[in-house]
């Protein structure tokens, strides 16, 4: 049986995280419409929010490098 590879386009919070990383916070929320999820990147100043893996509004913070750095 051969079998063959399907391309999909990627959902955008998996495109954010190939983009930024892992995000240095996840919170979850619930709305009207449904659960949504809040993808903050600090040392990158990037709030992205996401509803059924769909991205619905980003936000632009002033960035924060020393955060989660410890050496």
Known sequence: A?????EEDLPDWLLRVTEYGDP???KESKDAVGPNL???YYSEGKVFYFRNGEQYRE???PSM???GMSK
């Open 59 to 61: 936000e632009t913070l």
């Open 2 to 6: 051969k079998s063959q590879a399907e």
């Open 65 to 67: 490098p020393a955060f």
């Open 24 to 26: 240095e916070e996840i």
């Open 38 to 40: 809040i993808y903050q």
